[in-house]
Each structure stands twice: as structure tokens, then as C-alpha cells.
């Protein structure tokens, strides 16, 4: 079967538009944090523009968030 290129589409620190997609994956690999949504078929995509931000929270699970970039700068 031909391969459905999943994984990172945006790393950590990198700029996101809103509506882009960060990850594609099978089941909640990565959780959607602030600011990202998830698809039907658990692809998380940013729902504002700003940077790309992991982190790993309870149960060290990991998240996905979009801070605004006045946010991430400061």
C-alpha cells in the first residue's frame, strides 16, 4: 500500500498560519493545546497564526500549541 506520510509537518519554534497542519498521525500521538484543533482522522492544524510550541504535560503526554508571536516573543 503506498504510504500516507504522516508525522511532524511544523517543528517547535517554527512560524504557523492559521489553518496549516502541524501533524498527521494515527490516533492521539500529540494533543491538540492551546490554539490547535484536531480532524476527524487526529490530524492537529493551527486555528491562529503565531509559532509552534511542545510541550509535555500530565501523564508526560505530549501537547501541541500555537502562541501568538507578540506571546512567544516575550
Do not use: C, W
Not at 13 to 21: L, T
Not at 31 to 45: Q, R
Not at 50 to 60: A, C, I, S
Amino acid at each position: 500500500s503506498e504510504s500516507k506520510r504522516l508525522g511532524l509537518k511544523l517543528f517547535g519554534g517554527q512560524y504557523a498560519k492559521a489553518g496549516n497542519i502541524l501533524v498527521r498521525q494515527r490516533g492521539t500521538v500529540h494533543y491538540a493545546g492551546e490554539n490547535v484543533g484536531m480532524g476527524k482522522d487526529h490530524t492537529l492544524y493551527a486555528l491562529i497564526d503565531g509559532t509552534v510550541v511542545f510541550t509535555r504535560k500530565r501523564e508526560n503526554k505530549s501537547y501541541v500549541s500555537v502562541l501568538p508571536v507578540e506571546q512567544a516573543e516575550g
